[in-house]
């Protein structure tokens, strides 16, 4: 810590102003289950390292401890900043809406219960639903729509924003609607700016090659980068794109679709894969805050986010969620590309508990006799 000190001083930081989490070493916490949002650990992946000769190392936001995933940070920061602008009262029947695919919601759903508020979800009905039974079970009202474009009034995001409206215009309904905004609320990437980013350098003591993630609203990539990049200058940070996603495109040639992609019968609105929680068309706020600090991207395909989540539980126990897998295939290229003795970092969002009837559907279970190679995981 010492050396962590001394180490911010000479950048001219501030080690404690700088960091939103809570210190988990204190007992008792002092704020229940929010005390259990942030300082996640940050472990080295055994097999990935040992077969690269690199140290790639995970974040493990799947322990997060109210929801389960980095978006417990977002959450509580978004009702944080909507409590300090006045727009939220607690026990007032007030109700945060918001449109997502899972993660967002189940974080806002437990923190909602704990600090007195009600919550409605509006998520795409193809999502696993794993992640609709979870938000019932919190209490939260579920919407599952069609999944449908962004200009269409019916997509999950538009609806959730409408319906906070509708709440607030309702003179029969007590309390207001307030939409959390994910996508495009500041708040976001600045839970990683204030969070992960200065988690990973405290953790890394500030030596890191690379910062791998995916990006769904964008605001890990962009909140670690804006933190880490200014004090790191040579860190490469990537980003890891499922297929279908035009994020990868938009990285590595400034436009969303590759003209070649235009015919065929897949709607371009819409991520084709069966990874969830990453890979988007269009660039949010969340995104472009960061969007010029990205240096490259890497496309992962399903298949190799299959065999990557397969990987990673038979040789490290690690059962992972698929954007997880989809990190750390990517981790896994760059730590590749760069060459054995460097530390790159990945992010473990989500566990694989709240895949199994989607994802981890198709990746089967493991027989106890697959004999994984890396070449065979990586083979787009
Ligand atoms: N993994 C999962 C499982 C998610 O739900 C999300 C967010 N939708 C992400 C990764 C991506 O995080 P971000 O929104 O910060 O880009």
């Known amino acids: 810590r010492t050396t962590l000190r001394r180490l911010f001083q000479a950048i001219g930081e501030d080690l404690v102003l700088r960091d939103n989490t809570m210190d988990r070493s204190k007992t008792p916490a002092p704020e229940g289950i929010e005390s259990c949002i942030g300082n996640t650990p940050l472990f080295r992946i055994k097999s990935l390292s040992d077969a690269t000769g690199c140290e790639i190392l995970a974040k493990a936001e799947f322990l997060n401890g109210a929801g389960n995933s980095p978006k417990d940070r977002v959450a509580l920061n978004i009702i944080r900043e909507a409590e300090s602008q006045g727009l939220l009262t607690p026990y007032s029947g007030d109700m945060i809406y918001e449109g997502t695919v899972g993660s967002t919601g189940i974080s806002l759903a437990a923190i909602c219960r704990a600090r007195g508020y009600l919550a409605h979800i509006c998520m795409p009905d193809d999502q696993a639903t794993e992640k609709s039974d979870l938000l019932l079970k919190l209490g939260a009202e579920v919407e599952r729509v069609r999944p449908a474009s962004i200009v269409d009034r019916n997509q999950f995001v538009n609806k959730a924003r409408a319906r906070a409206l509708e709440h607030t215009q309702d003179p029969q309904r007590p309390g207001r609607g307030v939409f959390a905004d994910q996508f495009e609320n500041e708040a976001n990437w600045k839970a990683h700016f204030g969070g992960t980013g200065p988690e990973i ?60 992609e235009r015919e065929g019968t897949r709607r371009r609105h819409q991520v084709d894969t069966i990874v969830e929680g990453i890979g988007i068309n269009r660039v949010t706020i969340n995104l472009e805050a960061g969007r010029g600090l990205i240096d490259d991207a890497i496309r992962v395909t399903d298949r190799e986010a299959l065999a990557m989540a397969r990987w990673l539980v038979e040789k490290d126990g690690i059962f992972a969620g698929s954007s997880s897998a989809v990190n750390c295939v990517a981790a896994t290229r760059v730590a590749q590309k760069l060459g054995p003795g460097h530390r790159i970092v990945t992010v473990l969002c989500d566990s694989g508990t709240r895949h199994l009837s989607k994802f981890w559907a198709k990746a089967g279970s493991i027989g106890g006799n697959v004999d994984i190679t890396l070449d065979n995981v990586l083979q787009p």
């Open 201 to 260: 350098f405290r953790q890394t003591e500030g030596t890191l090659d690379a910062f791998v993630s995916g990006a769904g609203t964008g605001g890990t990539i962009s909140g670690v980068a804006l933190f880490l990049k200014p004090r790191l200058p040579n860190l490469k940070v990537i980003l890891a794109d499922p297929q279908g996603s035009g994020l990868f495109n938009k990285i590595k040639y400034g436009v969303m679709f590759d003209p070649k």
